[in-house]
């Protein structure tokens, strides 16, 4: 009720003392300090013309306020979404699409079953099912036999892959079933058929 008396009980056609548009347009959006604000507040209180500016642009600065909220809102909400999307689908992600990356392109070449014991161990998890192994430098293009084994020297693993050559390295693209075997210490074995092993140090993780 006192709101609409303001409205319509104090008029003042003739905007004696009234601020500027811009002072009522800061104490709306709070943008002024009380202090400063303080001086005008009886006038607000005592002419409808000014009351009735003040009264509009305070509704459309919590307008635009509520439309900020909300908008920050909708975006955290999104940015959660998509979060709990991806880690879904890295949840949801086949075993057998992962791939790791094994690099013996600088580490030296142990021939036989014992690897340098100078080197730490390359490290893969059991649950990677694709290896990628970039070769030593100068390797040759062509098939290449890999296996997992033993330090004994019994092979776990063994298949048979062409190498690729992708302008700078030459990489082998090899299925590796590793799940059902202990983690432990194995040897990486690789040679050109009819050559002799390669071997390199391997941490099952």
């Known amino acids: 009720m006192l709101g609409r008396g303001l409205l319509k009980d104090f008029p003042n056609p003739e905007r004696i003392g009234c601020p500027r548009a811009e002072v009522l347009k800061k104490i709306a959006s709070h943008e002024m300090p009380l202090s400063e604000a303080e001086k005008w507040l009886d006038h607000l209180g005592s002419c409808s013309p000014c009351y009735n500016d003040f009264s509009r642009l305070q509704a459309n600065y919590q307008r635009r306020r509520t439309r900020s909220i909300l908008a920050v809102a909708a975006s955290i909400l999104i940015v959660a979404c998509l979060a709990g999307w991806a880690l879904f689908l890295r949840q ?20 036989g079953v014992e690897p340098n014991p100078d080197e730490r161990p390359l490290e893969l998890s059991h649950n990677i099912s694709n290896v990628t192994i970039l070769l030593p430098l100068g390797s040759s293009e062509g098939s290449y036999e890999v296996r997992i084994a ?12 062409a190498s690729k050559w992708s302008g700078h390295v030459t990489s082998l693209q090899v299925a590796l079933p590793l799940k059902s075997a202990r983690r432990g210490k194995y040897l990486l074995q690789i040679r050109r058929p009819g050559s002799e092993w390669a071997s390199y140090a391997l941490l099952l993780r």
Not at 92 to 111: C, F, H, M, W, Y
């Open 92 to 111: 949801k992600e086949p075993l057998g699409t992962q791939t790791a990356v094994l690099d013996v392109r600088n580490r030296s070449i142990a021939r």
């Open 150 to 161: 033993a330090l004994s020297g019994e092979p776990f693993v063994t298949t048979t892959v």
